[in-house]
């Protein structure tokens, strides 16, 4: 069914149109009409027509002047003109109206009918195109919880999550370059600011998960995690990096108006801790924030803000930066280890570029250069030693200038960066070298990912990840292919019959042997042989 408007001050137009469009598309179409502007905006709203036809000069609101307030509460509204003046007078207007057609008086049953046909398919495409858009919707309702959850999880517990973090920023269209992380914790009692029945609730939560979520959506636009323990994390995007005291209040008062709501609608008791806001890449902070709030604070809602005794820095400081340049270097990203370090130590001498403060930037980058050495190695990635540092307060002293000193820092950050990765890779290497000794003894047997996994002691998912990215193809594809390569060698021996070689090859079945055998070879073990001569 296509809703047809016909707006013309002329009756004798009015009744020509409708019988032509009656006439031809029957029951199809549903028609309404109207003779003057006003008219037609108040029909519009009422009757909100797929199709108008629009005459231009009406008395009252002209047909311009009716199209634009139509158009303020309908977009879909196809428009088709039809004036008895040179339609150019009115063109420039028009298009942005998204008038489709003009028609000049008098026009011909053809032409109308043509006009009418392409708006009809047009409506077609616009229906079709909002169908599609609430199927995917649909389906989105079902894959954004549990892509919000996938993010929020490996955002708290993946520290290199950063390298692929923009993948699902994009999916889940977040913006904004900042966030808190709130933290709501539900059980069955208050007893001393903490929960109680953590595990019976855990439970209960997968029942009352989803309207849990969509209460606390309706007051933060956040990205939900999922239900840890009695515990549920919501990420809060946030446009600038601070929070002002008025808009702390705010937050507070719309969370503690949130947990009011949750515990009218669900049957247990919620708290909730609040975290500061940091930059995405460092928001793991605020998590640990909104726990500490959670536990030192005694009220249901806690911002870490109030919580005493809160560790600051005297002054402004740039933490998240500093902590930046720790995680960069020590995940062997030069590139970004070096931008943190390069805008810390202009941050530096934005402040205290001074010769009066050489001493205390001196010291800053001994201390920033000490406390990442010392991180590494406890990853391995560098030696100590008690004299190893022996030259570094002379080498900073030496300095000519402050330059000389930002280029000290960043060779022993070069020097960090270049230990981590070499000892990843080492890591790596004598992992594929143990597991790869152990598939070439091990190929005859029934061996899998998880009995090589559990030979060079890591998870069965990051081995099998690491495997691929060191060989080249999975682990499967390189067991086969020893298998094979040993069952080639095998054929060439005639005192070996074809079930033999199956199992000397590592396989049970002969017939599923001659299959996989045929796979990578493109004849079977019976033609291979009979080709050896």
């Not at 692929?164 to 913006?175: F, G, T, V």
């Not at 009011?260 to 008791?269: A, G, P, T, V, W």
């Not at 390569?485 to 001659?514: H, T, W």
Request: glycine letters at 6%.
């Amino acid at each position: 069914m296509y809703r047809i408007m016909l707006a013309d001050d002329e009756g004798i137009m009015l009744e020509s149109l409708k019988s032509i469009i009656t006439r031809n598309f029957g029951s199809e179409c549903e028609i309404a009409c109207a003779k003057t502007g006003r008219a037609v905006v108040e029909l519009a709203e009422t009757f909100r027509p797929d199709i108008a036809f629009m005459d231009i000069q009406m008395p009252g609101l002209s047909g311009i002047q009716a199209m634009k307030e139509i158009r303020k509460s309908n977009q879909n509204t196809i428009f088709i003109v039809i004036t008895a003046y040179d339609k150019f007078y009115y063109a420039k207007e028009s298009i942005n109206l998204g008038v489709m057609e003009f028609l000049t008086k008098p026009v011909n049953k053809k032409v109308i009918l043509e006009v009418c046909m392409k708006a009809m398919r047009q409506v077609d495409e616009k229906r079709q195109k909002r169908s599609d858009d609430l199927k995917i919707r649909e389906k989105l309702e079902t894959v954004v919880p549990m892509i919000e959850s996938g993010y929020i999880y490996n955002l708290l517990l993946m520290d290199d999550f950063h390298t692929y973090q923009d993948n699902y920023r994009e999916l889940l269209d977040i913006k904004k370059e900042y966030a808190f992380m709130t933290v709501v914790e539900f059980g069955d009692s208050d007893e001393n600011g903490r929960l109680t029945n953590a595990v019976g609730a855990s439970v209960q939560a997968s029942k009352f998960y989803p309207e849990l979520r969509e209460i606390v959506k309706e007051f933060f636009d956040c990205v939900a995690g999922p239900v840890m323990e009695n515990r549920v994390v919501f990420l809060v995007p946030h446009s600038t990096g601070k929070v002002d005291y008025e808009e702390r209040v705010e937050i507070l008062t719309r969370t503690r108006t949130m947990v009011h709501k949750l515990e009218q609608r669900i049957d247990s008791k919620f708290r909730a801790g609040i975290g500061r806001v940091r930059p995405l890449e460092n928001v793991k902070e605020s998590y640990r924030e909104a726990l500490r709030a959670l536990r030192e604070g005694d009220s249901h809602v806690v911002h870490i803000n109030d919580v005493p005794l809160l560790q600051e820095y005297d002054g402004e400081y740039p933490v998240d930066l500093e902590k930046r340049y720790f995680q960069r270097t020590l995940e062997a990203d030069y590139a970004g280890a070096s931008s943190a370090a390069n805008m810390f130590f202009d941050w530096m001498l934005e402040n205290y570029g001074g010769d009066e403060y050489r001493d205390d930037i001196e010291i800053k980058v001994l201390e920033l250069v000490l406390q990442v050495e010392y991180r590494a190695f406890f990853r391995g990635g560098v030696k100590y030693g008690f004299r190893y540092r022996t030259n570094y307060i002379r080498d900073i002293k030496n300095c000519r200038d402050y330059e000389e000193l930002r280029g000290w820092l960043l060779d022993k950050t070069s020097v960090v960066c270049r230990g981590m990765k070499t000892a990843k890779e080492t890591e790596s290497e004598s992992v594929i070298t143990k597991a790869k000794a152990y598939i070439d003894e091990h190929f005859q047997s029934d061996i899998s990912l998880d009995d090589v996994s559990r030979v060079v002691d890591i998870s069965p998912y990051y081995f099998s990840k690491l495997f691929k990215q060191e060989v080249g193809e999975n682990f499967i594809e390189y067991l086969t292919k020893t298998r094979m390569r040993n069952a080639r060698q095998l054929l060439k021996n005639p005192s070996y019959n074809i079930k033999e070689v199956c199992a000397m090859s590592g396989y049970s079945d002969p017939n599923y042997f001659s299959r996989i055998f045929k796979k990578y070879e493109g004849i079977t073990p019976s033609e291979y042989r009979e080709r050896l001569g």
